[in-house]
RNA sequence: GCGCUCGUAGCUCAAUGGAUAGAGCAACAGCCUUCUAAGCUGUGGGCUGCAGGUUCAAGUCCUGCCGGGCGCGCCA
């Protein structure tokens, strides 16, 4: 739709820049295309006018109306152009350029709106829970964000791959060890008293139970240090199994499990090290190796090695970045809790000291859930080991409803999540609301397969033409803007505006279902046409849902 | 204190710098002998926190206040 309009004003541009000898360092093509907020507006509008007017001493409404009678009439897709408001240019199109939009569309089939440039790389890493417990609600959200942002990614032409970042080294693993040893302890009937900042929640208990019987007689003779290396390695593999199990339910996928530790086996932290050292971004102080950061805009320097030998998290985070463009993705998207936002600018810092471009990591962070049942909060607290899991609220609602109500606001604004709206069969949920679209448009094809169509009228070529109501212009252009959604949700790693796009694509559908009578028996030519809409917009709806990972059932 | 971030209808939230700021919920009034009422139609509701600035044009960009959230460790 823009890509016509576009040369069509850009030509008429260089014209009457030529004919006027306006300066050539003018940047012609600096207009806006957009879709006007109001019917009487027209399909869509430009600025072009407005925004070059006052550089080549034009008034806005006078350039434009030089700019439509250059494009001049007798366009077959363009019916009326305009001058509106302070210098607008709005333009109308043609009943036939809706056909032939409508046709693409469907010709396109599940296609609709994939894009084949070939674009960067990309490696989408999100969830990355610490092995330490199982996964909780915020962690629900940015899976379904993550997994999301990687189909949709990979749909507009990018090589995706998803990953997630196990923390299985450092000191929590050594407590998630401590914290199962205690329970094993006290399961023999030893008094134990669990130290504070040890694992509290009831499944590790359940890990030293399952465990218990498989350790063999020979783990008592064992030093505790000993001892604890076991049940850390056996605690983190329940727990990833379990994580891996939630995430499957939840129908999120990664390619890769990439382990901190083996990033300190493979000698790569030290090597980024080397790496870091070699360029000069890195000093020795107080028994301690730091990194430079503040020559990249941080407003402190970082440590990575401490006095007691020991290394920090950001060291292996810094030699973890650097494996992943070493894999040779160009892009690095990092899902985050919005608690790390302090934490952007040291490894962006590290990102340019490994000669990438900030911009060649991309953070998202996602804001909290609140979750509620019936407009109550429901208590989460992590401190007593009482979190309410992905797992307990996915079975409750289910994978589609979980997912696609993750995905209904911006990530950078927290979400309140209602247990009972989530299940609830009406229009306040926008699950069902979406997915009804497709049972709808089924029930229709159903219902014009009974009916008794006259057969000569069946033979003859569907004629979308006839698709001329205000209400069948509108979803067709809504249809037609369904790849630059796309672009934006890809561009402005937003998946949420998918979903607002789906729901106001379902909005457009339910109330033309409510105006018009679609399968009618007296009007056959136009019904085959009416149907022809409707499975466009079941098409689109399928697409949209399945990029958000959600289904489409086809009866509900 | 410093930094990041958010502030839009009673509530939850939309709005690539564009025209009269939009939806849903809640409230009220309607629509089922006819395609799924899991739906549709209509009515009320706003100094977009405040004040400046940039721009032909600001909810959107910049500055300063006010208010909420978060972060400021040789933790992860």
């Known amino acids: 739709m823009k890509d016509t309009l576009r040369s069509l004003i850009g030509s008429a541009l260089s014209k009457i820049s030529t004919e006027k000898a306006w300066p050539t360092d003018l940047d012609l093509g600096a207009f806006v295309l957009e879709e006007p907020n109001k019917p009487q507006f027209g399909h869509l509008a430009t600025n072009a006018a407005m925004v070059l007017a006052k550089k080549v001493g034009f008034k806005p409404r006078d350039l434009a109306e030089l700019i439509i009678q ?4 007798g366009h077959e897709l363009i019916e009326s152009m305009e ?9 109308r199109f043609s009943n036939k350029f809706w056909v032939k939009t409508l046709e693409k569309i469907l ?24 092995p330490t417990g199982p996964l909780h609600v915020g962690h629900g959200r940015g899976a379904a964000l993550g997994d999301a942002l990687a189909r949709i990614l990979s749909f507009v032409g990018h090589e995706v791959g998803c990953e997630y970042y196990v923390n299985d080294a450092g000191r929590q693993m050594r407590i998630l060890g401590n914290s199962v040893l205690v329970r094993l302890n006290q399961l023999k009937g030893q008094e134990v008293e669990i130290p504070t900042d040890f694992y509290r929640g009831d499944y590790i208990g359940h890990i030293a139970g399952e465990l218990a019987p498989s350790l063999g007689d020979d783990f008592e003779n064992l030093s505790n240090k000993e001892k604890v290396e076991i049940l850390t390695d056996r605690a983190i593999g329940i727990i990833l199994t379990g994580i891996k199990k939630d995430l499957s339910d939840f129908r999120v996928r990664h390619d890769t499990w990439f382990s ?6 493979n000698h790569l932290v030290e090597k980024s090290f080397d790496f870091l050292e070699k360029h000069g971004h890195t000093y020795h102080k107080d028994g301690a190796l730091w990194f430079k950061s503040t020559a990249f805009g941080d407003d402190k320097d970082r440590v990575l090695v401490k006095s007691d030998g020991e290394m920090t998290y950001f060291a292996s985070d810094i030699a973890y970045h650097k494996e992943k463009f070493d894999r040779g993705y160009d892009l690095l998207i990092d899902i985050w809790g919005a608690d790390h936002h302090g934490y952007i600018p040291r490894v962006k810092a590290a990102v340019s000291a490994l000669g990438r471009k900030p911009d060649h990591l991309g953070v998202v962070l996602v804001q ?13 607290s992590t401190r007593s080991g009482q979190f309410v899991t992905l797992e307990e609220v996915v079975s409750e609602v289910g994978a589609d409803a979980a997912r696609f109500i993750f995905l209904t606001r911006s990530h950078e604004s927290t979400l309140d999540f209602d247990l009972e709206l989530a299940k609830s069969q009406s229009r306040d949920n926008p699950v069902f609301y979406v997915q009804y679209v497709c049972a709808r448009v089924n029930s229709l094809l159903a219902k014009a397969q009974e009916a008794k169509a006259d057969p000569e009228a069946a033979k003859a070529p569907i004629d ?9 212009v509108e979803i067709i252009k809504t249809l037609s803007t369904f790849s630059e959604t796309l672009t934006a949700a890809a561009k402005r790693l937003e998946p949420h505006l998918l979903t607002v796009y789906l729901s106001s694509l379902a909005k457009l559908f339910h109330q033309y279902y409510g105006a018009f009578r679609l399968v009618d028996e007296d009007h056959w030519a136009l019904t085959r046409a009416r149907l022809e809409l409707a499975k466009a917009v079941k098409q689109v ?8 990972g959600v289904t489409a059932p086809e009866k509900m």
């Open 260 to 265: 901190e530790k083996s990033l300190y086996e």
């Open 464 to 472: 979308l033409s006839l698709l001329a109501a205000n209400e069948e």
């Open 368 to 380: 909290m859930v609140n979750l509620l049942r019936d407009g109550q909060a429901v208590n989460m």
């Open 541 to 548: 709806t399928v697409i949209g849902l399945d990029l958000l």
């Open 83 to 91: 001058v509106a408001g302070p210098g607008f240019i709005n333009f």
């Open 70 to 73: 250059t494009i001049g009439p």
């Open 107 to 130: 010709k396109s089939g599940l296609d609709y709106g994939r894009d084949l440039t070939p674009k960067g790389r990309v490696l989408v890493e999100y969830v990355s829970a610490n």
